[in-house]
C-alpha cells in the first residue's frame, strides 16, 4: 500500500513537498517514481529514483523538482519549487515491490493527491 501526503493549493512560484510511504508485506522496493495527471489529460511521468539513488526527471520539471528517499521508511519525496500553473495535477507515486524474496516485483500505485497551483 502506497499512501500519498503533501498536495494542497499554492500560488505560482510557490514549493510543496509531496510524500509516499509505503507499507505492508515489503521485502525490497526496486525504483519509486511520481507521475501526474491533469484533467483531460493522460498520465505522465515525472521523476524517478532508484534504489539506488539514481534520479530522472521529466524535461518540465528539471531544475524545478528534486525527488529522494528514505529506505529505512520506505518513502520517496518530492520537492516542487518555483511551481508554475501548468504543474496543477493529481499526483501519484509508484513503487516496485517485492513481498517476499522469492516473490516477483510489483508495481504498485497510490491514491493521488491534488496540487492546484493559482493565485
Known amino acids: 500500500q502506497l499512501v500519498e501526503s503533501g498536495g494542497g493549493l499554492v500560488q505560482p512560484g510557490g514549493s510543496l513537498r509531496l510524500s509516499c510511504a509505503a507499507s505492508?508485506?515489503?521485502?525490497?522496493?526496486?525504483?519509486m517514481a511520481w507521475y501526474r495527471q491533469a484533467p483531460g489529460n493522460q498520465r505522465d511521468w515525472v521523476a524517478h529514483?532508484?534504489?539506488?539513488?539514481?534520479?530522472n526527471y521529466a524535461d518540465s520539471v528539471k531544475g524545478r523538482f528534486t525527488i529522494s528517499r528514505d529506505n529505512a521508511k520506505n518513502t520517496v519525496y518530492l520537492q516542487m519549487n518555483s511551481l508554475k500553473p501548468e504543474d496543477t495535477a493529481v499526483y501519484y507515486c509508484?513503487?516496485?515491490?517485492?513481498?517476499?524474496?522469492?516473490?516477483?516485483?510489483?508495481?504498485?500505485w497510490g491514491q493521488g493527491t491534488q496540487v492546484t497551483v493559482s493565485s
Open positions: 529514483i532508484t534504489s539506488g539513488g539514481r534520479t
Open positions: 509508484s513503487a516496485e515491490v517485492k513481498s517476499k524474496v522469492a516473490s516477483p516485483w510489483y508495481k504498485y
Open positions: 505492508g508485506s515489503i521485502f525490497s522496493i526496486n525504483t
